[in-house]
């Protein structure tokens, strides 16, 4: 059994910048695909990226291309979500989840985190 926890969300000005964390444990876990979703209020969850277990394959979301930067440390057990450049409509509860493959859809992950709150100001 895999165990996701969040961390580093909070509140910054549009233009800002914040470094999501996602610390796992349990299970093989540097052999999952590590992905990052994002739910904001009243939407339904998406997509926002996702690293293979190596490192060497990256997925993004068209809207946080540029911007966002996925990386994982299999060494700590940890990946990450630098996001740069940061927008209001980038305000969501962010979310880490672990996948046997590397999809953008999130039935295709098994293990969840309980997600970390991220809010944009204007």
């Known amino acids: 059994q895999v165990q996701l926890v969040e961390s580093g969300g909070g509140l910054v000005q549009a233009g800002g910048s914040l470094r999501l964390s996602c610390a796992a444990s349990?299970?093989?876990?540097?052999?999952?695909?590590m992905g990052w979703f994002r739910q904001a209020p009243g939407k339904e969850r998406e997509f926002v990226a996702a690293?293979?277990?190596?490192?060497?394959?990256?997925r993004y979301a068209d809207s946080v291309k540029g911007r966002f930067t996925i990386s994982r440390d299999n060494a700590k057990n940890t990946v990450y979500l630098q996001m740069n450049s940061l927008k209001v409509e980038d305000t969501a509860d962010y979310y880490c989840a672990a996948s046997q493959n590397l999809v953008t859809n999130l039935v295709g992950y098994e293990y969840w985190g309980q997600g970390t709150q991220v809010t944009v100001s204007s």
């Open positions: 349990g299970g093989t876990v540097s052999t999952y695909v």
């Open positions: 690293v293979s277990w190596s490192g060497g394959r990256i």
